[in-house]
């Protein structure tokens, strides 16, 4: 069987880390330039808990965010909306 990404999303906008504005709604984040991408996670048991994922150039990490942390090392990030 196939895994099917939890999201396919309709647009794309430029993500700019920014530890205090809110990225709800989106539901994929990507980096044209790897490195890390710190961002805050929604939902239980760990909602608004910073998770460090390690990207290389043109990953793509699928989920539900609440921000995208200013500590992130990763360039050229898309942030991916439903």
Known sequence: ?????AC?????????PNDNTDIRGCCAIRADVGGTLVVR???APDAGTEVTFTVPA???ID?????????????GIQIGWR
């Open 63 to 75: 989920g539900q965010f609440i921000r995208l942390m200013a500590a992130s090392t990763a360039t």
């Open 1 to 5: 069987m196939a895994l099917v990404p």
């Open 8 to 16: 396919i999303p309709s647009k794309w906008t430029t993500g700019i």
């Open 58 to 60: 043109g990953g793509t």
């Open 41 to 43: 996670t929604v939902g």
